[in-house]
């Protein structure tokens, strides 16, 4: 089921520098949403920016009705939306995209997530906590300050190992090196900056590891109609294109075509 | 007040309202249920359909522009032959006509998805993209020359009965040509515009942005290039005009009526508001009752008077 | 590290900067004056002059698009004499060059408003306008047609030994066969691209909004298509390209030089911020600092490459 | 002089339906503005509306340096410019335009303003009773809610006549008609709808009064630059165009060809 709504928004907090938090209320949408959904956010009153931006549901509380979008302030659609105020309406459509598959309660799972890309795995932590799932989070960025919600994800209970480029937390150096010695892990979901997933997905495969990953393209339509989303999967004869909007923007880390 | 009328008749193909949709912009038509009941619209027109399956251009394929965007999709399709297996069953079971845009590398592709969709039946007219700009051979290449345009058209109108709507490129110094051009060659009506050729830079990769180098511009920006366009094709010939390019509202639509549209098609709009079509046929409706107009074919092309 | 080299040259015109105005949009100059000093430009470019005064269109002459604007000016201007007599001190009072646009309902206008200018002196440059939507005779007319494209350029050609700068229409199918044609015929520079032929509606009266029906488009609107315009000619000919269209940002101006324009004119954005030109020679330094490039010209047209 | 501003904004109060009042700060703007100039107002930060909006100044406070600004909803632009906060900036450039000419202090002078059309004339009744220059005020508008700032007026100790065109409040009718038997006016103002306008420069002209009228038309440049905003006026031979934002807004009433 998919939803054009107008939500009041609740807040939109920054966290840091670039960062915000913006929570709304939409019991509809927190009933419906999977982990690695996205929404379809209008941004702006005015032709420019003229399209939506496709921003990942981060938080699903449904006993309140209320829905949670971590972003990074990236140009002006998203500088739009660091402007808005609690009380004011926020136009979405969504959830769009296909989310993650979940994993078999037994499984024992890690999700690793590189700056950003935390924002779709923290519903997923969310739900697979909620479901008594065992998860480990390694999270990444460049630096201490672009960790984000960590605080959050700890209190889910989950264990997590830090990692960051300039070394001022966690261990110094791409999150992928932490991954590299850890035992027991029966599924992987990644999200992140391209080439974080793609040693993700390498390293899965190597450890034969089910991974999923949420890619990104530029959105016009977000729903499968305008073909702009492409991405190239590999498939039975030739590699082919499909749309990060219908068919993703979660796929399974052995169809991408990562050399693109 | 009675309802006033909204029906018009585009080459014989009869609507029950003057809103349809821009091909490449609505999919196939399922892509778009969930947010719009797409029977309300008069047509419905989907995604440029070609003899054998296409790929598309690489990637990115879009980008956007201040009030507008490019697109480099590059006629990305399964084929005339998927199409009409998997979607003709769809289109059978909506209460609107589909206008099915039909594009091609040589002026015997044209005809050929042209010959297999009306034996296929369940279609109800043809949109010929004679001007497509992002694809190498065919597209606006037929479209910018007005000898070709006709010879694609002639080609088309000897492949089927279907009303044949011939779909015209802004990218020409004189666009009533190729309208007089095709009219002659037997199109029953047009279809305006196409997109703008354009393209963006991306400065901090000193390369362009598009996986393709250049794009088609479309979207607000090219509003009034696009109304120009149907203000001048009206004057030049006489069938019915679909008006599109930058159309977003009910306002947008009357503009382009008056300017001589008979009916209009939403594009990029559908990516802002999913639900745009039908509140534009709404908005129609309302001006008419406002204005004491009884029916909107009065107001085709009064621009002009 | 030493300040990187801004200094171009657009076909013998010396400019200390790749920036200047677009005709038009900033009159003679003195109406920026307050905001602005003109002095930090590379050169400035004067509103369009003709053989005689013009009473130029019927009003409204302006109106606002998304992301863009209408304008159907129909360059009113007081004629070459007056320009001389009044203007030409002060142009010789800036310590930067001033090139004059200039138009003609014939060649031969063209061809003395040319030779008045450059007996006069105090002129660094021409630019030559076939390319004004806006006038019924000239103009446009002249630079659709390369034929006589040529032919305006080649009596100008002889009516002057100043720096020739002939400014394209976008409204045309293909461009480079212009820019081919006033190579040939001895323009030392481009300039691209005018304004898009366009119109807007007023829904509530019924008829159009501009006095004079239609006008030309600018503003960042037609960004993708004046890029996508300057990238052709830079393949096709080898004369230097002032780009503009839409540009109101460094950034902007700096797709447009990858592109392979040598120089930025800024129009409509002048009326939006009256230092933009100004600012958009900082920002152009600033980029080839923090990218470590020592001159301008070695990102002419690199986004090709 | 003119200046480009990023004034701070003191108050933006909704005076009813679509008419607002803006209060910023710019001594800069208050020391050198006069009656019947503009300031050309960015409302947006982006594209769309891509041009500056054209607004009367209203009022003047030097000693505070506090310049107000009238203005009625019409489209986009003034709309964004009604959610402007206090506290937000406001990109303004002028003051624009060559505005009214003072009278003598001998002279007994009237104003006639329609419906927003008040705004310029305000800043010009500031001006005339801080030079105790005697002036009445001819107020119209359609409606009594649309009659603006008519307590504000009336604090600077003016004589009010009203008119509106429902009845509603003053006289029923046309303003225009007040003026008709009005005795003793050495100089008229006036600012409002085209009609009235007309209206009155009639009157005036037959009466023989000295009378300038401001004008609207659309805008680019504001500065005389572009030739947009071009009216036409008699001159010795043909009709001239001239332009409104640097030859205007003010005109003498008997040079407008008003039937253009
Ligand atoms: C499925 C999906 C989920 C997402 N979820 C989130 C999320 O939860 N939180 C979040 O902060 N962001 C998310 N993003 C990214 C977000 O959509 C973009 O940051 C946003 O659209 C940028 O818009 P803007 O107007 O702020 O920037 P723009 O002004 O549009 O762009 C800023 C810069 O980024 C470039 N750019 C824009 N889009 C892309 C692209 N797709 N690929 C490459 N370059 C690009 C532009 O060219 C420009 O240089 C998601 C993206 C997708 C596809
Ligand atoms: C010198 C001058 C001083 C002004 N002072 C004030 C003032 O103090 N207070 C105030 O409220 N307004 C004033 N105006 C009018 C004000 O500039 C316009 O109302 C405003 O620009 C409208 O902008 P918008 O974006 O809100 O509406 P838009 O969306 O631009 O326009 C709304 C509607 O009005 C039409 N329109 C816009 N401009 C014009 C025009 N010039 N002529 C005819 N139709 C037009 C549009 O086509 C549209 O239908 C003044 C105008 C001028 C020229
Ligand atoms: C993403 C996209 C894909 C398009 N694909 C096609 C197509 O397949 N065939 C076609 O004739 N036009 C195609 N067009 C052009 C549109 O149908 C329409 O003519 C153009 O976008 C102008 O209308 P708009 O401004 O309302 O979008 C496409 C446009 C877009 C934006
Ligand atoms: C109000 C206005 C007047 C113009 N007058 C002229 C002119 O006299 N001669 C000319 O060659 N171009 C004229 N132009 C076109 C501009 O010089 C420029 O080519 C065009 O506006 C595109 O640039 P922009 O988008 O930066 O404005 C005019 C443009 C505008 C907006
Ligand atoms: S964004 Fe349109 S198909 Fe994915
Ligand atoms: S607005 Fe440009 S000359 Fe008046």
Redo the contacts between chains.
Sequence with gaps: ??L?INATILSNNQLNNNHYLMKFNSGQLAAVAKPGQFLHV?C?G???????RPISIHSVNKDDGVVGLLYRVAG?GTKLLSQKKPGEILDV?GPLGNGFTMPNTAEKVAVVGGGIGIAPLYYLLQKMTAENITCKAYLGARTAAELLVVENIKKLGIDIQLASDDGSTGFHGPVTELLKDAPNIDRLYTCGPLPMMKAVAQLAGERGIPTQVSLE???????????????RVKTAG?N??KRVC?DGPVFNAGEVVWD? | MTKPNLAVNIGGLQMKNPVTTASGTFGFGPEYSPYIDINQLGAVVVKGTTLKPRQGNPTPRMVETPSGILNSIGLQNPGVEYVIEHYLPYFKTLQTPVIVNISGDTVEDYAQVAEKLSQAGGVAALEVNISCPNVKKGGMAFGSDPAMAAEVTAAVRSATNLPLVVKLSPNVTDITKVAESVTKAGANALSLINTLLGMAIDINTGRPVLGNIMGGLSGPAVKPVALRAVWQVYDAVQLPIIGMGGISTAEDALEFIMAGASAVALGTANFINPRVAVEVVDGIEEYLTKNGINDVNELVGVAHS
């Design positions: 089921m998919s054009l209008k702006g005015t032709t420019d920016p003229l399209l939506r002006k459509m393209e530029r959105m016009g339509c977000g729903v499968g109609a305008c073909l702009a989303c492409t991405c030739d082919q294109y219908a693109d």
